[in-house]
């Protein structure tokens, strides 16, 4: 059957959403990943972040990435992109030249995990130097290390999205458009969380028109003013009808991966699922087409 060009908004989810007891054998990463498709998701961000556990995600030998890969392919889910949240933790802009060689090379260590696991997109955190005081270069080292990305990205086919964040750094997708324009390259592009556009208490028409042609994925989580996590989906302050209008609009069509963090709790996938329900009536109620979509 030919499938249309024009399918629809494609559905994942964040990999702390789900129950992730000790992933080390074939078993437990299949058990892991059959949850994706249980909750009705039709792909998952996995997450190389601050832990001692996910960082050594980077160092994985190609046996254990064919595993996950392989893994993938038997749940009949797709991995649609690494979460490299790690730059918080070792600062692209930090003062220490020790630390922003280390952000280089977990830069290239994230290209090369998103190759190797046949992830397309690599979520770059707007992060300068978190846990530091801010220094007058920090934001030119982050452009440095950005701009320098660009070819190792181009070589393997991987595409870096800047994730607007909380904190004070890059907040808005308009902020991460000056990294894209001044890169002027198809390997960097933004990856827009509609969350954090709330969380800023930022005009959300402002910030998606600015990512309008660029934005090469969306998350979605809600938020509060002061909480940009764990907020429950519809409890928060995004504006989903105003948001999802803003896409309708510009018949944006995408992955959209939804940002939960579950902590472990045993009904992690009805609650997954449940934000997904939440996601789809209003993608719906928007006129957004959705591919996959559980009836």
Known sequence: MTESLTDGVTLGIYEKALISNPLTTNDDWRRFLSQVPEAGFSFIDLSVDETEERMARLGWDQSQRRMVRHCAEAEETAIGGICLSVHRRIGPGSA?????QRARETMAEGLQLCHDLGAPVLQVA????YYEKMNGHAEQ???DLLLDAVPMAARLGVVMGI????GTDVTSICKAMEFVRLADTPYLQVYPDLGNI???????ATELEAGRGHMVAIH????RPGEPRRVPMGEGTVDWDESFAILAEQTWRGRMMIEMWNDDAPDSNRRSASARTFIED???AAGIPIRCAVV
Not at 96 to 100: E, F, H, I, K, Y
Not at 198 to 204: F, G, I, K, N, R
Not at 220 to 223: E, I, N, P
């Open 96 to 100: 220490d030249p020790a630390m922003r």
């Open 126 to 129: 707007g992060y300068y130097c």
């Open 141 to 143: 080292w982050y452009t």
């Open 163 to 166: 994730e607007n964040v909380d």
């Open 198 to 204: 709330a969380e800023q208490q930022l005009d959300a």
């Open 220 to 223: 979605v989580k809600d938020v």
């Open 282 to 284: 209003h993608l719906r």
